[in-house]
């Protein structure tokens, strides 16, 4: 979970800015002078700060430059009312990462939120590379196979220079972890750094996102906004999905790349900048360009250095350390420890095609664990974990424990005469049970019941009312499992 500091002098804004973002599962810290927040963030070590411009003692620019001598890398989002953009545009040059305008709108507000953690996770998020899986602690990209060595290698020749990288692979192959060691072995690690995908922004925006405007640039440009490109001015940015990018802006990233400078829409004073880009792809970039969706000179430009992460069925071999790389990092959050993992487990692993890649991979062993009931992670526990999912299902799964409890249920229900609607009545009481399992569990803690289950609260509220599980019926809870209970 993200921990944001919030600083502001305003406790009903402190109030109501906590209470929207727990429910959106980030965790706030707050305070009301930029002094006690520079404390704080000693103690809480937050992965973003959110802070007012106008606060008592220490100002809002003044607390952002405490904060940026302290830890470059914390990502600080500014708040200021409509009279005081010019402040806020000298704040972005100082190295704000982005302002809130005040009284804010709270979609806008979530998206500059998200935005911010994604920057910080990419700058902040350390990644080794080549270690083996025993000695990780923190993020690793894993893999002894021959075309992941080429991958560390090219990282390695690379990383120091300024050359523009280009990242090719499927989807969930590793691109961003790589995009980020890039930039974290580079030059230009201590320096700006900003990431853009391109398929997150609607077209319509992303133009003004990367280049950004002179104020009356367009209806409704009612400042000046200074784009990601001239943010990034002397370190790096990462373009993510750029063979989604629309020809019009693959024009002016190429004119980036030849020219080193940028203009803001409304604008035709160029201003220089100095920009590393690494960008990355899982499109089939030669068809685009057949198909004239992608521009040929800027592809000649990119593909200077080219790195290509190949699909999970190619790496095989990187199973057997991918498992307990993720075993590992999963296990560690739960009380039972690291079980480990049987060779059949291994096996069936190994036999699957793995469209998701990597990150399909993470997923199935993370849902493994939870099946899991102590001893080596055996097939079984793998073949419930893929249930709902695909096609590794064996027939062995109906032998599995779960399903040999919920088959009998199943059955009885659909040979009742009991109601029409027999496939919500069923689905009810096994979600009824869940989550009065769980309220039990938590001793009737919502918070906690919403977090175990995850979910929010108002979700969790709201199958509370559906199912009227009421504390009393909880905490007395019978196990009886009873379908219509
Ligand atoms: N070699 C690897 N070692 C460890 N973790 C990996 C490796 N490759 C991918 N992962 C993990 O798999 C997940 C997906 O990786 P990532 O987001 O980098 O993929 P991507 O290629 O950018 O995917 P997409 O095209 O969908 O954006 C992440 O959690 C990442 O940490
Ligand atoms: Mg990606």
Same mark, same amino acid.
């Given at each position: 979970?993200?921990?944001?500091?919030?600083?502001?002098?305003?406790?009903?804004?402190?109030?109501?800015?906590?209470? $929207?973002?727990?429910?959106?599962?980030?965790?706030?810290?707050?305070?009301?002078? =930029?002094?006690?927040?520079?404390? $704080?963030?000693?103690?809480?070590?937050?992965?973003?700060?959110?802070?007012?411009?106008?606060?008592?003692?220490?100002?809002?620019?003044?607390?952002?430059?405490?904060?940026?001598?302290?830890?470059?890398?914390?990502?600080?989002?500014?708040?200021?009312?409509?009279?005081?953009?010019?402040?806020?545009?000298?704040?972005?040059?100082?190295?704000?990462?982005?302002?809130?305008?005040?009284?804010?709108?709270?979609?806008?507000?979530?998206?500059?939120?998200?935005?911010?953690?994604?920057?910080?996770?990419?700058?902040?998020?350390?990644?080794?590379?080549?270690?083996?899986?025993?000695?990780?602690?923190?993020?690793?990209?894993?893999?002894?196979?021959?075309?992941?060595?080429? &991958?560390?290698?090219?990282?390695?020749?690379?990383?120091?220079?300024?050359?523009? &990288?280009?990242?090719?692979?499927?989807?969930?192959?590793?691109?961003?972890? &790589?995009?980020?060691?890039?930039?974290?072995?580079?030059?230009?690690?201590?320096?700006?750094?900003? &990431?853009?995908?391109?398929?997150?922004?609607?077209?319509?925006?992303?133009?003004?996102?990367?280049?950004?405007?002179?104020?009356?640039?367009?209806?409704?440009?009612?400042?000046?906004?200074?784009?990601?490109?001239?943010?990034?001015?002397?370190?790096?940015?990462? *373009?993510?999905? $750029?063979?989604?990018?629309? *020809?019009?802006?693959?024009?002016?990233?190429?004119?980036?790349?030849?020219?080193?400078?940028?203009?803001?829409?409304?604008?035709?004073?160029?201003?220089?900048?100095?920009?590393?880009?690494?960008?990355?792809?899982?499109?089939?970039?030669?068809?685009?360009?057949?198909?004239?969706?992608?521009?040929?000179?800027?592809?000649?430009?990119?593909?200077?250095?080219?790195?290509?992460?190949?699909?999970?069925?190619?790496?095989?071999?990187?199973?057997?350390?991918?498992?307990?790389?993720?075993?590992?990092?999963?296990?560690?959050?739960?009380?039972?420890?690291?079980?480990?993992?049987?060779?059949?487990?291994?096996?069936?692993?190994?036999?699957?095609?793995?469209? =998701?890649?990597?990150?399909?991979?993470?997923?199935?062993?993370?849902?493994?664990?939870?099946?899991?009931?102590?001893?080596?992670?055996?097939?079984?526990?793998?073949?419930?974990?893929?249930?709902?999912?695909?096609?590794? $299902?064996?027939?062995?799964?109906?032998?599995?424990?779960?399903?040999?409890?919920?088959?009998?249920?199943?059955?009885?229900?659909?040979?009742?005469?009991?109601?029409?609607?027999?496939?919500?009545?069923?689905?009810?009481?096994?979600?009824?049970?869940?989550?009065?399992?769980?309220?039990?569990?938590?001793?009737?803690?919502?918070?906690?019941?919403?977090?175990?289950?995850?979910?929010?609260?108002?979700? *969790?509220?709201?199958?509370?009312?559906?199912?009227?599980?009421?504390?009393?019926?909880?905490?007395?809870?019978?196990?009886?499992?009873?379908?219509? =209970?």
């Amino acid at each position: 979970m993200s921990t944001i500091l919030l600083i502001d002098d305003d406790d009903q804004l402190r109030k109501s800015f906590t209470r $929207i973002l727990s429910q959106e599962k980030y965790r706030i810290v707050s305070a009301s002078s =930029g002094e006690e927040g520079i404390e $704080i963030i000693r103690e809480a070590s937050p992965d973003m700060a959110v802070v007012d411009y106008r606060l008592p003692g220490m100002d809002g620019l003044e607390t952002f430059k405490a904060i940026h001598r302290l830890d470059p890398k914390l990502p600080v989002v500014m708040m200021t009312a409509y009279g005081t953009t010019d402040t806020a545009i000298n704040a972005i040059k100082e190295g704000v990462f982005d302002f809130i305008l005040k009284p804010f709108d709270i979609p806008d507000m979530l998206n500059v939120i998200e935005k911010a953690l994604e920057t910080a996770r990419f700058m902040r998020m350390p990644v080794d590379m080549n270690i083996s899986a025993e000695q990780v602690s923190r993020e690793t990209i894993i893999g002894q196979s021959q075309a992941m060595q080429d &991958v560390y290698k090219t990282i390695g020749r690379v990383a120091s220079t300024d050359a523009t &990288v280009l990242i090719r692979g499927e989807s969930g192959t590793g691109k961003e972890l &790589v995009a980020r060691a890039v930039y974290q072995y580079s030059d230009r690690a201590d320096r700006p750094f900003q &990431v853009i995908n391109c398929v997150a922004i609607p077209d319509h925006l992303l133009e003004s996102e990367l280049f950004g405007y002179e104020k009356g640039a367009f209806t409704g440009a009612a400042y000046r906004k200074i784009g990601k490109v001239e943010q990034a001015d002397s370190g790096t940015i990462f *373009l993510d999905e $750029i063979g989604d990018m629309p *020809l019009n802006l693959q024009a002016k990233i190429l004119r980036l790349l030849q020219d080193k400078r940028v203009e803001r829409l409304g604008s035709t004073k160029p201003i220089p900048v100095d920009v590393r880009i690494i960008a990355a792809t899982n499109r089939d970039l030669e068809a685009a360009m057949a198909d004239d969706s992608f521009r040929e000179d800027l592809y000649y430009r990119l593909k200077v250095v080219t790195i290509k992460l190949p699909p999970l069925r190619e790496k095989l071999e990187d199973i057997p350390s991918l498992a307990d790389y993720f075993i590992s990092q999963y296990a560690g959050s739960q009380a039972k420890g690291n079980p480990g993992i049987s060779d059949k487990a291994i096996q069936l692993l190994s036999n699957h095609a793995w469209p =998701g890649n990597v990150r399909e991979f993470a997923n199935i062993i993370q849902k493994t664990l939870i099946f899991n009931r102590g001893g080596p992670i055996a097939a079984d526990d793998i073949v419930l974990a893929t249930d709902s999912q695909n096609e590794i $299902i064996q027939a062995n799964s109906e032998n599995s424990e779960i399903i040999q409890l919920l088959q009998p249920m199943a059955r009885r229900v659909l040979e009742s005469n009991g109601p029409p609607d027999r496939f919500d009545v069923f689905m009810d009481s096994v979600a009824r049970l869940f989550v009065r399992e769980a309220l039990a569990m938590t001793g009737g803690n919502r918070s906690k019941t919403a977090k175990l289950l995850g979910m929010s609260r108002p979700t *969790l509220n709201a199958k509370i009312e559906k199912y009227r599980l009421s504390l009393d019926t909880v905490v007395n809870s019978d196990s009886s499992g009873n379908i219509h =209970g």
